[in-house]
C-alpha cells in the first residue's frame, strides 16, 4: 500500500494504491488518483486489478477503470467519464523481454469502442 501527493500553488494531485496476494500466484491491486485545479478541472480516477500466473511465464489480468473529468471554463460546466475493461496477459519470452496482449473495451460519453493491443518490454 501507498500514497503521494503533490501540491503546487492551486494544482493538486493524489495517487493511493493497495494490493495483497500470494507471491507468484495470485494477486488484487486497487488505484486511485484525484487531480485538479481549485474551480476548474477536477480528475477522479479508480482502478481495479485481479491478475495471477497461469504457468511459468504465463500471466492473466483483468483490469476495470473508471475515471471523470469536470471542467468549469466562463463559468459553464462540462462532464465526462470513461470506463474501461482489460482482459490481458504477460508472456515472458526472455529474462528481459515481456509481450502483453490485450483486449480493451472503451466506454466515454461520446463513444463505444474495442481495440486489441500488443505491447512489446524491453527491460535491461
Not at 24 to 52: H, K, P, W, Y
Request: proline share 2%; charged share 20%; with cysteine.
Amino acid at each position: 500500500a501507498g500514497a503521494s501527493a503533490l501540491v503546487c500553488d492551486d494544482f493538486t494531485m493524489i495517487n493511493s494504491f493497495a494490493g495483497v496476494g500470494w507471491q507468484d500466484r495470485i494477486g488484487v491491486l486497487v488505484e486511485s488518483m484525484m487531480q485538479g485545479n481549485r474551480d476548474a478541472t477536477q480528475r477522479r480516477c479508480v482502478s481495479g486489478e485481479l491478475f495471477g500466473r497461469v504457468v511459468n511465464p504465463l500471466y492473466f489480468y483483468a483490469r476495470v477503470e473508471n475515471g471523470s473529468t469536470r471542467n468549469v471554463e466562463s463559468g459553464i460546466e462540462k462532464t465526462g467519464y470513461c470506463h474501461q475493461y482489460v482482459l490481458g496477459a504477460k508472456v515472458l519470452l526472455f529474462p528481459c523481454v515481456e509481450l502483453r496482449p490485450e483486449y480493451r473495451i472503451i466506454e466515454t460519453n461520446e463513444f463505444l469502442r474495442t481495440r486489441w493491443v500488443f505491447q512489446l518490454h524491453l527491460y535491461y
